[in-house]
């Protein structure tokens, strides 16, 4: 069984920063692409942002310039950094894994969600 984990959302002012984060646990041998996505109240799921496990990363172009996706393979954690936080940034922010258990099967897992809400 696998679990991907967030944490970090929380009530941020206009301009400020935040960072995400996503443990993903249980029978992986190996994380292919992770990544983070949102979902807005009355809007469909989006992706923010992607990285590969040989570090490239692909960025939403409402996000680029202002976050940054990073992950550490050997604790199999994705996180993202979000400078330049506006209130369109509101959202419920899952994290999503492609991965491959021990027993090779290949599959594509999602965390619960995380709310970030950026109000003054």
């Known amino acids: 069984q696998v679990q991907l984990v967030e944490s970090g959302g929380t009530l941020v002012q206009p301009g400020g920063s935040l960072r995400l984060s996503c443990v993903a646990s249980?029978?992986?041998?190996?994380?292919?692409?992770m990544g983070w996505y949102r979902q807005a109240p009355g809007k469909q799921r989006e992706l923010v942002a992607s990285?590969?496990?040989?570090?490239?990363?692909n960025y939403a172009d409402s996000v680029k310039g202002r976050f940054t996706i990073s992950r550490d393979n050997d604790k199999n954690t994705v996180y993202l950094q979000m400078n330049s936080l506006k209130p369109e940034d509101t959202a419920v922010y899952y994290c999503?894994?492609?991965?491959?258990?021990?027993?090779?099967?290949?599959?594509?897992?999602w965390g619960q969600g995380t709310q970030v809400t950026v109000s003054s």
């Open positions: 999503n894994a492609d991965l491959t258990t021990k027993l090779f099967f290949t599959g594509n897992y």
């Open positions: 990285i590969t496990s040989g570090g490239s990363t």
């Open positions: 249980g029978n992986i041998f190996r994380i292919n692409v």
